[in-house]
């Protein structure tokens, strides 16, 4: 292989040194990719067992485009039955901006909420912030509560 120009071991994709993160959450077990998600995770769950939102789901809508998907992280569902959906994102890429303008292209009507680990890569997000309803900060969304 190594004369074909490949690497023995070598990942061929990008590595975010993303930690998959399996837990359970008010009885049910999940997976969820980083430990920022699960954080999310488990805000959300705080905010259902408090009602303040009727409750959410994980990895549950994938918006379909002419040539590419995107799968969202959470689904979160109010008291009064709207919706919006949230992505908790640790690295901006091109593909995370382009399925931000896909979104508002093919589904203007949809709300989506984005949180961050820190504030470099909200800085990364540039000109795609103006399709989210909401870009923050984990902690400036939970109020330092997770």
């Known amino acids: 292989m190594a ?25 049910k077990t999940y997976t969820f990719r980083s430990i920022l998600e699960s954080k999310v995770a488990q805000y959300l769950q705080l905010l259902k067992d408090s009602g303040h939102i009727k409750d959410w789901a994980y990895e549950q809508t994938t918006f ?21 959906y949230l992505e908790a994102k640790g690295y901006v890429t091109a593909k995370t901006k382009r399925n931000l303008r896909l979104l508002n292209k093919y589904r203007p009507e949809v709300i989506i909420d984005m949180v961050f680990q ?23 969304l939970t109020n330092g509560m997770i």
């Open 118 to 140: 820190n504030k470099h890569d909200i800085k990364k997000l540039g000109l795609a912030k103006k399709y989210c309803r909401r870009v923050c900060l984990l902690k400036e």
């Open 64 to 84: 379909k485009f002419p040539d590419d998907r995107y799968l969202v992280d959470f689904d979160v569902i109010n008291n009064d039955g709207t919706f919006y």
């Open 3 to 27: 004369k074909m120009g490949f690497e023995p071991n070598r990942r061929l994709v990008m590595d975010y040194k993303n930690k998959r993160v399996t837990m359970d959450i008010a009885g």
